[in-house]
Structures are given as structure tokens and as C-alpha cells.
């Protein structure tokens, strides 16, 4: 049975990867095939042989970045490694908390430092190039340590509590385990604003002024109780622009990046916020943490038989691994590895549906405010952003949360056609 369930995890592993390639490569395929007749209208040819190159570029860094890291998980799993990690930190130590600490710990610091190099390159050269790039490298420095040490602490946080509910619970393990992650779920949503972004941001409210009282006229229009306009400073980083809503209840905030401002007309600005409140007036972010709450429940109570160390199962499960005791740890780990499919699946669920939702705010933005407005907003941001404007329809299907900038015009149109 330990034989098999190796196969099995190499097997996983590997379908899942050559998938992607697959997916990956007829995405380049479709995009790089000419600049189609539905296109013209919104970007010339030179900006669209330019998004091509900046996409190729990326690609060829993801490519050899995805390659080296599948050949390292590849070699990790036939030569052991996770069983020997296991045997070697737990020389210094055997605590029920500590050593899976330690051991996922040192995994994700590995992790980083792989990509590391692919990062670097990524914002230095090629964002650089394309004019994107504002971090300078002690910015970039300052974010790895801030974002290291949000991980140790939340992360870590979690995880050790995680561990305490499971060997002190034993069969309830995933019911506390969901309320946990729930509760710190719905209290991130809540601060995340204010207690997480001013760590790596300023946020100062929106200045008094033509779009202030144009944004604020438009909440009251609608109904929108909205105290809270904030500009953030993005462009310390890079000159791409973008907006989002956070925040639940009294805590709930409009989120403007300077960029944006800075590139948007006034009616573009409060079209875009009309999108924003269209997501909160159809309840978007308590449904996606419903669905979220659901999806974390059955991969936890699957969990929970998983990692069973009475067993049979779970005892061959870590020996494929090359442990020789089950524990928690190595269960997750190849429990990660088997459920990634099942994830990838919930994972497409969960984009079309977000694409759904994204289309219900466009729907509610182009009927309360004024859909030419969002239609002209989204080119701007498309083509400055160099975005992929002919993705693949089945990229689109499993990654993309968004619908494409053509369907979303699409959308729009059929919007504007109906007031008429």
C-alpha cells in the first residue's frame, strides 16, 4: 500500500504540472496570435505587440521557475526528504507544536528563497523595463522582512492553535478548527484596512474637492452609507492602478490608489466606486466568505480522517513520505498533495463565480451611474496595465476571478442598450 499511494503522490504531482503547461501554453498560443478583430478598437497594434512582449517575458520567468521547482519536489519526494527533515528536527526537539513549527517553517523559507531570484528579476528588470517598476531595492527589503514576520507571527499564530484544538480534541478537531479560521477570517476582513495595510502603506483620506463631493453625492444617490475615502499610496511601488472595497459593517471602506487618481477622470473615478458599492449591494463579500467557510469546512473534516494516526492509512501515508510514525505534519503535507486536485476543481468553481459576481457589480455600476464611463475606465486600465486582452477561454475558466476586459465591455453595452 506505501508503494502505491507514492506512485499515487509522484502521479499527482506530475499530471498536475503537465496540466498547467498544457493550459499555459495555449493561453501563449491564443494571446500571441494576432491582434483580433474584437481588439481593434480599443488598442493599437504597437501597444498590443508591447502587452505580448511584456507577457512573454513573464512567461519565460514563470516557465523556469514552475520547471525548477516541480524537479525539486519531484527529487524531494523519491530521495525522502520530507521523512529525513522530519527525523532531523526532531533531534532538538519533539514538542506537539514546535517541530511541526519548525518543519513547515523551514519548508517555506526554502520556498522563498527559490522564488527569490524569479522576484527579483520580475520587479527589477522586467517591470522596470516596462515602465511599472517604482520599489526601490531597501523597499523591496523592508517588504520581505515585514511580510516574514507577519507570517511568523499570524501564520504561526494559527497554525499552533490549529495544533493545540488537534491533540486536544481528537474527533471535534475540525469543527473548532473551521470556527477558528472563521472567526479570524471575518476579524481580518474587518481590519485588515487598518491594521495590516499601514504596515506597508499610507492611507490618508480623500481630499476635499470635485471628486470627493462627486463620490459622496453618488453614495447618498444610492443609499450607500460611505464615511470612509481613503488614497492609498501605490505608486510608491508601481505605477499601476487599481481600487477595491474592505472592511464589514462600520468597518467598511472605499480604497483609491493615487495612480488611479492620477489617471482617471472624475466620472471614470465615481463609475469605478459605483462598481465597488455593487459588490456590497449584492452582498458579495458575505457570500464569497460563506463559500469560503464551506469549502474550508470539507477540507477539513477530510483532513481529519486523513491524518487519523490509528490508521492504517495515515501510517502508510507518512511512510510514503518517508516517515516512519504518522504525525500531523507529514499528514498535511501529503494530504496537500492528494487534495490538490479536488482544490483545483473548488478553485474554477469559485472564478466562475466570482466572474458572475464581478459582472453583477458592472451591471449595477453601469445602471446607477454611467456604463461609458466604466467601459472607457477598464481600456485604460487594460492597456496601461498591458494586460492579456485574448486570453484562452479555458485560462479564463480555471484562473481568472475577473472576466475578460472584451466580455465585460460586452456586458456593458447590453447594459447601456437597455436604458436606451
Not at 507529514?330 to 472564478?351: E, H, K, M, Q, R
Request: hydrophobic share 45%; proline share 3%.
Amino acid at each position: 500500500m506505501e508503494k502505491i499511494l507514492f506512485i499515487l503522490l509522484i502521479g499527482i504531482v506530475s499530471v498536475s504540472f503537465i496540466f498547467e503547461q498544457l493550459v499555459d501554453y495555449l493561453n501563449s498560443k491564443h494571446w500571441c496570435n494576432g491582434l483580433p478583430e474584437s481588439l481593434k478598437s480599443i488598442i493599437t497594434i504597437d501597444q498590443y505587440d508591447k502587452s505580448i512582449s511584456y507577457y512573454k517575458q513573464n512567461e519565460i520567468v514563470s516557465r523556469i521557475n514552475e520547471w525548477f521547482s516541480f524537479v525539486l519536489l519531484i527529487a524531494a519526494l523519491l530521495l525522502g526528504f520530507f521523512g529525513w527533515l522530519n527525523e532531523f528536527i526532531s533531534q532538538y526537539t519533539k514538542h506537539y507544536i514546535f517541530l511541526p513549527l519548525l518543519f513547515f517553517g523551514f519548508l517555506g523559507f526554502v520556498s522563498s528563497i527559490i522564488s527569490l531570484p524569479f522576484e527579483v528579476y520580475s520587479t527589477f528588470v522586467i517591470e522596470e523595463r516596462f515602465g511599472f517598476n517604482k520599489t526601490t531595492v531597501k523597499l523591496y527589503i523592508f517588504d520581505k522582512l515585514k511580510g516574514i514576520l507577519l507570517s511568523i507571527i499570524l501564520g504561526g499564530g494559527i497554525m499552533s492553535l490549529i495544533l493545540f484544538i488537534y491533540h486536544s480534541t481528537g474527533e471535534w478537531f475540525w469543527i473548532l478548527a473551521l470556527a477558528v479560521i472563521t472567526l479570524f477570517s471575518i476579524f481580518f476582513s474587518m481590519f485588515y484596512s487598518t491594521l495590516i495595510v499601514p504596515l506597508f502603506n499610507k492611507q490618508k483620506p480623500l481630499e476635499k474637492g470635485d471628486t470627493r463631493t462627486a463620490i459622496e453625492n453618488f453614495a447618498q444617490k444610492v443609499g450607500f452609507k460611505l464615511d470612509n475615502i481613503f488614497v492609498i499610496d501605490g505608486s510608491k511601488r508601481s505605477t499601476k492602478a487599481n481600487a477595491y472595497f474592505s472592511g464589514l459593517g462600520k468597518k467598511k471602506r472605499i480604497v483609491l490608489y493615487d495612480t488611479l487618481i492620477s489617471t482617471h477622470t472624475t466620472t471614470e473615478l465615481v463609475a469605478v466606486l459605483a462598481h465597488e458599492i455593487g459588490h456590497y449591494k449584492h452582498k458579495h463579500i458575505q457570500k464569497g466568505m460563506v463559500l469560503s467557510i464551506l469549502e474550508t469546512g470539507v477540507m477539513l473534516y477530510l483532513l481529519s480522517r486523513f491524518i487519523d494516526p490509528t490508521t492504517t492509512f495515515a501510517k502508510d501515508m507518512c511512510a510514503a513520505l518517508g516517515s516512519n510514525t504518522p504525525n500531523f505534519h507529514i499528514g498535511i503535507l501529503a494530504f496537500g498533495i492528494l487534495y490538490s486536485p479536488i482544490s483545483s476543481v473548488l478553485s474554477s468553481f469559485s472564478n466562475t463565480l466570482s466572474r458572475y459576481f464581478e459582472f453583477q457589480a458592472d451591471r449595477y455600476a453601469g445602471t446607477h451611474s454611467n456604463a461609458s464611463d466604466l467601459q472607457t475606465a477598464l481600456k485604460r486600465l487594460s492597456v496601461d496595465h498591458l494586460s492579456n486582452l485574448n486570453p484562452h477561454p479555458l485560462y479564463v475558466y480555471i484562473h481568472y476571478s475577473h472576466p475578460p476586459l472584451v466580455q465585460r465591455l460586452v456586458g456593458l453595452e447590453k447594459v447601456k442598450n437597455e436604458l436606451m
